[in-house]
């Protein structure tokens, strides 16, 4: 499965075996190694192939099938093109060290916001639903 997906991402991004291999700082023969299935990559050399084509190291190794990988919640803040409504409120606790009176939120406090926040959620949408009538 990874030989494959290396081939096939290779292929797509318009890349030879040896240009691949430049970008890696590996040879032609250790790339068409992997792609063989001859050879197996180090997770450093993993992680690199996933940069190199802007995936998950999951996606490489057939552990899903979304080769799309989501930027990191602070590249996401940092982005120009940034609006807030558009990074996902469960995300936001899950990944993020939230303070309230200086002291970090412990996960219980953050379970019972989401919790909070998706019946007001329900409750909007309950009364938006409402309202067009």
Excluded: C
């Excluded at 050399?45 to 930027?71: C, N």
């Amino acid at each position: 499965m990874l030989g494959q997906r290396i081939k096939e991402l290779r292929s797509s991004h318009g890349l030879t075996q040896q240009e691949l291999g430049r970008k890696l700082s590996l040879s032609k023969q250790t790339i068409s190694g992997y792609e063989k299935g001859a050879r197996h990559p180090s997770p450093e050399i993993l992680q690199k192939l996933a940069d190199v084509f802007s995936t998950s190291t999951d996606y490489l190794l057939g552990r899903t099938e979304d080769s799309s990988v989501k930027k990191p919640l602070a590249e996401r803040i940092a982005d120009s093109a940034y609006k807030p409504e558009s990074i996902d409120l469960e995300e936001l606790l899950e990944r993020s060290m939230i303070r309230f009176h200086g002291e970090p939120l412990l996960k219980s406090d953050k379970d019972k916001l989401l919790q909070i926040a998706k019946i007001l959620w329900e409750e909007r949408q309950r009364s938006h639903y409402t309202e067009k009538k």
